[in-house]
């Protein structure tokens, strides 16, 4: 495929990823915090289900863009990836004008923007860590520790949504600083709009 179609499409499945992401923990913040929570009392069943699944799905969604945030040796797809790829594809963004059609100063824009990107991911690491740690050891597997103690898991790596708010804005970042160099457009991923899900709790 042409390393720029190859790009187009990385880029928007990544930013649909975010979109879903981003959507699925707003969701999940709207319905948690409606009539201050009252709302979970006249259904408590269904709404724990629904948050419970919203979470879980932050939590998987997340760590499948992230994959590889380490070392690489997970999915062939994610945004650590898609830097390693346009590293070795510094081409497929165009000459800027404003360049006065020098290629060096292309390169050295986009090897800057990996660079801080790079080093954007790093300050992450540590909340990344309790990310992986709660989808390896509860979401995605039983762990012998807290098999009956998930209060504990959540205590020891323990994750607050400023900090999964955090990551999604270093990823929306990256993904930002990209399609403006390659075409001067970006997605918004708050794009779908209000939620329709007040026609049921209204």
């Not at 939590?59 to 797809?77: A, G, P, Q, W």
């Not at 990836?81 to 059609?101: A, G, H, M, Y």
Request: no cysteine.
């Amino acid at each position: 495929m042409d390393s720029k179609k190859y790009f187009e499409e990385y880029l928007q499945t990544l930013y649909e990823e975010l979109i879903n992401i981003n959507e699925n923990l707003k969701l999940w913040l709207y319905v948690h915090n409606f009539d201050n929570g009252l709302i979970i009392n006249r259904a408590p069943n269904f709404f724990n289900r629904i948050l419970s699944a919203l979470f879980e799905s932050v939590i998987i969604s997340l760590t499948r863009l992230f994959d590889s945030y380490k070392k690489i040796d997970r999915s062939d797809r994610n945004i650590i990836r898609f830097i390693n790829f346009i590293e070795s594809n510094i081409n497929v963004f165009p000459l800027d004008t404003s360049q006065q059609n020098n290629k060096k100063s292309k390169d050295k824009l986009v090897g800057d923007f990996i660079k801080n990107h790079r080093e954007l991911i790093n300050t992450l690491n540590p909340i990344l860590d309790n990310l992986f740690v709660l989808r390896d050891k509860y979401i995605n597997h039983f762990d012998s520790k807290y098999f009956n103690n998930v209060s504990q898991l959540l205590k020891d790596y323990e994750i607050k949504v400023t900090d999964i708010e955090k990551i999604i804005k270093s990823a929306e970042k990256i993904l930002d600083d990209y399609s403006m160099l390659y075409n001067r457009s970006k997605t918004d991923i708050n794009a779908i709009g209000p939620m329709d899900i007040d026609n049921i709790l209204k």
